[in-house]
């Protein structure tokens, strides 16, 4: 069984002074009292799977907050977005009109 340490209740010295033989002395006493529940430990590839979840919402985030930050400077440069193009899904026709925008000071 595998649970959570922050479970274990602990009560005066017992928060400060962490030994195995008193680690298991505080297990021994919840679990005869029935204050502890397991907590599920995920397979491998459950946990991949997690990992690649957890990735994909960072590249999301990301693009939305690069996504924001380019239409922001087309508002600080003064350009306006078209009206055809002015939402959320930056389209192939958006994407290739952002290319050819003319901005005032060039990186180069």
Do not use: C
């Amino acid at each position: 069984m595998v649970v959570n340490p922050a479970d274990i209740h602990r009560k005066g010295k017992e928060k400060f002074t962490k030994t195995n033989r008193i680690n298991a002395q505080l297990i021994a006493r919840e679990l005869k009292d029935s204050r502890l529940q397991g907590i599920h430990v995920p397979n491998q590839e459950r946990e991949q799977l997690r990992s690649l979840f957890r990735r994909r919402n960072d590249l999301v985030k990301n693009f939305r907050r690069i996504k924001s930050l380019i239409k922001g400077l087309l508002l600080n440069q003064g350009i306006p977005i078209p009206v055809e193009f002015d939402n959320s899904h930056w389209s192939h026709s958006f994407r290739d009109w952002l290319d050819n925008v003319d901005f005032a000071y060039s990186a180069d």
